[in-house]
């Protein structure tokens, strides 16, 4: 897969200030640009814009009960778009959580911790590279 310059990335988390933490933090790199979404059904009307990378929350519902959570957004992204990376980023820590993320085709799973930025940008240099 050729990988665009600079790097597309979209966020997706219902959380706005995660959102924009994460949009800011990431934009600092001129080798990425950053788009972000605040629901799944927000970020799959623009994948067609043909992101490399997805940044998606686990639990996209949890301010709105009727929105698409992460598993059901990763499903549609890996059923028509399956060359996306796509990395969850959650609060959520278990371990079987975890798993059934990486089992829909998830190439990483982040817990929202003190470390996650770091680790966020360990993968995307990586991916870029």
């Known amino acids: 897969m050729h990988i665009s310059s600079p790097l597309r990335v979209f966020i997706v988390d219902d959380d706005p200030m995660m959102q924009e933490m994460l949009r800011d933090h990431i934009s600092k790199n001129a080798s990425f640009k950053v788009s972000a979404f605040s629901t799944g059904e927000e970020c799959l009307k623009h994948v067609n814009e043909n992101p490399d990378v997805i940044i998606l929350d686990y639990y996209l519902n949890s301010k709105n009960l009727d929105a698409a959570n992460g598993i059901e957004v990763l499903k549609a992204i890996k059923?028509?778009?399956?060359?996306?990376?796509?990395?969850?980023?959650?609060?959520?820590?278990?371990?079987?959580?975890?798993?059934?993320?990486?089992?829909?085709?998830?190439?990483?799973?982040?817990?929202?911790?003190?470390?996650?930025?770091?680790?966020?940008?360990?993968?995307l240099s990586d991916i870029a590279s």
């Open 79 to 123: 059923k028509y778009h399956p060359e996306i990376h796509v990395i969850f980023l959650s609060g959520q820590g278990r371990y079987g959580v975890a798993m059934q993320t990486i089992q829909r085709g998830a190439e990483h799973y982040v817990i929202k911790d003190d470390d996650a930025f770091a680790k966020i940008d360990k993968i």
